[in-house]
């Protein structure tokens, strides 16, 4: 038997959960569940709220497009968050969508939009980028919801960082022919706390590159011979230091 329950839908809520709670859905979730999923009174769905763990409750239908969710018991308990901080440069709107939704996917705790000479755009829209974490969470199991931080200047983002906390910057132009020994040889058999640096598509200028350099605990990749995109350079940088340092293992 397969140890999660893919068949029952997960919700994101912001409310308190426990035992014998009922909780009024937003019209939203109510269309989802009642009109979309076609789901009847007594079905179960799985609440979380980043919070409380994660709980079975029950619909219990109140109208045709309305219902309540009875919450029945708590499935899994809540795990500490991933002490993973994800640096990038925004991109435009589709594609933000698409790597802050893979980031999450792929085990980051801290979501930092960071500005850079090269990004496209000075703007970007925090509760969206909220609301696509949680959408994810929503459909890979996650319990625990990023943190979304204001966006940065690349200098005092990179002077937030922790010392202890290993910078791991997507390079195209570094001379690193096995990433993954090199991301070992960062670390001295330790496992630190771990950042992931993606740039914009115009890549870094020449004096990011040396204030980036210039930080200690910092290991400079190359994902491959081929130039990525960020939003796939986002997947690639975050599969290969979960396998290597983080929760893969």
């Known amino acids: 038997m397969a140890l999660y329950d893919f068949t029952a839908p997960r919700l994101f809520v912001e409310a308190d959960l ?21 789901k009847a009174e007594g079905e179960p769905v799985l609440l979380f709220n ?7 409750a029950d619909i219990c239908p109140n109208g045709r497009k309305s219902a309540d969710l009875k919450v029945v018991e708590r499935t899994r308990p809540q795990p500490a968050p991933p002490d993973l901080h994800y640096l990038f440069a925004p991109l435009k ?9 893979k980031a999450v996917e792929m085990g980051a ?8 000479r090269f990004t496209q755009g000075e703007r970007i829209k925090l509760d ?56 070992r040889g960062a670390t001295d058999g330790k496992t630190p706390p771990l950042a992931v640096l993606v740039g914009p598509e115009g890549g870094f200028h020449a ?43």
């Not at 709107?93 to 939704?101: F, H, I, K, S, V």
């Not at 705790?109 to 850079?116: A, D, H, I, Y």
């Not at 350079?233 to 893969?248: E, S």
Request: overall charge negative; proline content about 7%.
């Open 50 to 56: 980043g919070r409380d763990g994660e709980w079975r």
């Open 128 to 183: 969206r980028l909220r609301a696509n974490a949680i959408e994810a969470a929503e459909q890979c199991g996650i319990l625990a919801i990023p943190t979304v931080a204001e966006p940065e200047r690349l200098p005092a983002a990179l002077a937030a960082l922790e010392p202890e906390r290993l910078l791991v910057f997507c390079d195209e132009d570094a001379p690193v022919a096995d990433p993954v020994a090199a991301l």
């Open 93 to 101: 709107t589709g594609r933000l969508d698409y790597m802050a939704q």
């Open 207 to 249: 004096e990011e590159r040396a204030l980036i350099a210039a930080r200690p605990n910092t290991v400079a990749l190359s994902l491959g011979p081929r130039i990525l995109r960020a939003d796939t350079a986002a997947v690639a940088v975050m599969a290969l230091v979960q396998a290597v340092l983080g929760d893969g293992r």
């Open 109 to 116: 705790g801290t979501l930092r939009p960071v500005f850079t």
């Open 18 to 38: 426990a035992e014998g709670r009922v909780l009024p859905l937003e019209r939203a979730q109510a269309n989802y569940l009642l009109t979309v999923l076609r």
